[in-house]
DNA sequence: AAAGCGGGGAG
DNA sequence: CTCCCAGCTTT
């Protein structure tokens, strides 16, 4: 059997992740299920903020079994203010499968793992590579950033064709007796030296990067897409009645599905002629996509009222709902009103 | 092929 | 402010 010879960009980042690489506990097991709950929580996610909660998660559910078997709140209450809220569920709906399809065996080939909900292209090579040292090249936002540069490819990545030209790209570049070390170490290096605004002073391929020869390391990768901001209302009442509050689980379509929330003013509020009393609420939440307004009013309603309960809700006691996964938009809503006693009451212990 | 989906940090 | 992060699913 003959050794494919070591392409020098892959020799060079071999050696710098040698150096550089960062201790991270997923680099620390080969564990298929440890890995993979890693790859899903740092999807579009980065590494200082989904570091706590894998540590949370995989101390909570330190098997797939474990994943299988809890109550999906459970999960999401821990998911909570990560965001991409799917990400959770599919990541048990997965976990079921493996239980279900695979006798509870974590899948050992990329074209098996990657039939797992919420595991793509990227997620697939990552935990064949890593878990089971299959040579499939990893392609997310670093490998995009990295090979562009180095090798000046003009391919829009916003475009569809940009994943199947860096994947030949960078499967061609993966050596076969390490592809795991490969893949990480491309994906540090973007991470960490060749960054958006890189300071390329230091960089070991200074001397072979096109983008740096050429000065065009800030016109590189090249993007297209602009996404567009749409501004939207949300309006909330904290309804509280008997210490129950009114609430609901989000299950439409749309942002933070699986997720709950107070009274979201939709009418008129003709069922309850009570007096409001207004809460300070963050001016807006900005998600990538969402500008949100919101006002917020707290509602006493007395005891002994019969009231009219709107479709999809219910009342819930604080110590209920605060076990509940809820978005960051209602998370600030109840830390900036602490001076309210329920919302006291429902004061997360942690994010 | 394009849109939808969270939240946060860096510059 | 803008950009983008160890992307995937749905339409």
Known sequence: ?????LHPF????????????RELPWRQTQDPYAIWLSEIILQQTRVA???????????????????AEAPEASLLRLWQGLGYYSRARNLQKAAQ????????????????IIRLPGVGPYTAAAIASFAF???KAVVDGNV????????????????????GVFTSLAQSLIPMQDPATFNQAIMEFGALQCTPSPDCSDCPLRVSCAAFSEHRVAELPIKSKK?????????????????????????????????????????????????????????VHLLSHRKIHCDAWYV????????????????????????????????????????????????????
């Open 144 to 163: 995009y950033r990295v090979l562009s540069r180095v090798f000046a490819v003009e391919t829009d990545i916003a475009s569809s064709a940009a994943r």
């Open 300 to 351: 006493q309603v007395p005891d002994n009222f019969e009231l009219e309960i709107p479709e999809g809700y219910g009342w819930m006691s604080p110590s209920d709902f605060e076990s509940k996964g809820k978005p960051v938009l209602l998370l600030n809503l109840i830390t900036d009103n602490l001076d309210c006693p329920i919302l006291q009451d429902i004061s997360p212990t942690y994010l």
């Open 97 to 112: 499968m493996v239980m279900r399809d695979f006798s509870g065996v974590f899948p050992q080939s990329y074209d098996e």
């Open 227 to 283: 996404t567009k901001v749409k501004e939207i209302e949300m309006d909330y009442l904290v309804i509280e009645q008997n210490g129950q509050l009114l609430v609901r689980e989000r299950t439409e379509k749309g942002i933070w599905k699986g997720m709950w929330e107070f009274y979201l003013i939709e009418d008129a509020c003709d069922w309850l002629p009570f007096q409001r009393q207004a809460l300070k609420s963050p001016p």
């Open 133 to 135: 040292d299959e040579a």
């Open 10 to 21: 892959s020799a060079t980042i071999m050696a710098w992740y040698a150096e550089h690489q």
């Open 1 to 5: 059997m003959q050794k494919s010879p």
């Open 49 to 67: 903020q989904g570091l706590p909660y894998f540590e949370r998660l995989i101390t909570a559910f330190p098997t797939v079994r474990d994943l």
